[in-house]
T-cell receptor, first 113, second 116 residues
Framework: GDSVTQMEGPVTLSEEAFLTINCTYT??????LFWYVQYPGEGLQLLLK?????DKGSNKGFEATYRKETTSFHLEKGSVQVSDSAVYFC????????????FGKGTTLSVSS | GAVVSQHPSWVICKSGTSVKIECRSL??????MFWYRQFPKQSLMLMAT?????????EQGVEKDKFLINHASLTLSTLTVTSAHPEDSSFYIC????????????FGPGTRLTVT
């Protein structure tokens, strides 16, 4: 079945460092891809998404490009802030209305000043 | 934007009792809601899909008699954990699916259940 694999954490960075969190997927057909963020004590928030190959999702300085040839959707940010400390989840949903998300295991990011 | 609420945000109950968790879409109608379970430092696992006016669809391995789901209206789904045991302690998260555009899901803040 469909699945998402993302890099194990935790990832520990200094403020203003470059961030990459790797995410690869296995899916039949053409899924939509998402990154969600979960701040401490809060629910999941959609960070960005891409619905077809070569789409780039971006938000709050984060970006990820849907790469069909490598089945990847890596999350990047050029300069992280302490406030970016959170758990990041890569997820997919088949391009079919009404289907649930399939999540990766999550990557904890900790940014220090 | 679309807002989903959950109530309660946390609950402690004794083993053998039942607990009801509500999930509401506050400013949109949701024909479909999903219930996920998140263990500490792990990912979200889909428990069931809740469709308004019909029976929920449970994922393999989820006991439907233990986790009762009712989607009584287009804005409310409830999850009842019956005869709770300590192993049911977890973080339960719902999401609601909009009918517009890209069928985007909006997540509730989650409910922390602790069974003693």
């Amino acid at each position: 079945g469909d699945s998402v694999t993302q890099m194990e954490g935790p990832v520990t960075l200094s403020e203003e460092a470059f961030l990459t969190i790797n995410c690869t997927y296995t899916a039949t057909g053409y899924p939509s891809l998402f990154w969600y963020v979960q701040y401490p004590g809060e629910g999941l928030q959609l960070l960005l998404k891409a619905t077809k190959a070569d789409d780039k999702g971006s938000n709050k300085g984060f970006e990820a490009t849907y790469r069909k040839e490598t089945t990847s959707f890596h999350l990047e940010k050029g300069s992280v802030q302490v406030s970016d400390s959170a758990v990041y989840f890569c997820a997919l949903t088949p391009n079919q209305a009404g289907t649930a998300l399939i999540f990766g295991k999550g990557t904890t990011l900790s940014v220090s000043s | 934007g679309a807002v989903v609420s959950q109530h309660p945000s946390w609950v402690i109950c004794k083993s053998g009792t039942s607990v009801k968790i509500e999930c509401r879409s506050l400013d949109f109608q949701a024909t479909t809601m999903f219930w996920y379970r998140q263990f500490p430092k792990q990912s979200l696992m889909l428990m069931a899909t809740s469709n308004e006016g019909s029976k929920a669809t449970y994922e393999q391995g989820v006991e439907k008699d233990k986790f009762l789901i009712n989607h009584a209206s287009l804005t409310l789904s409830t999850l009842t954990v019956t005869s709770a045991h300590p192993e049911d302690s977890s973080f339960y998260i719902c999401s609601a699916l909009t009918r517009q555009g890209a069928y985007e899901q909006y997540f509730g803040p989650g409910t922390r259940l602790t069974v003693t």
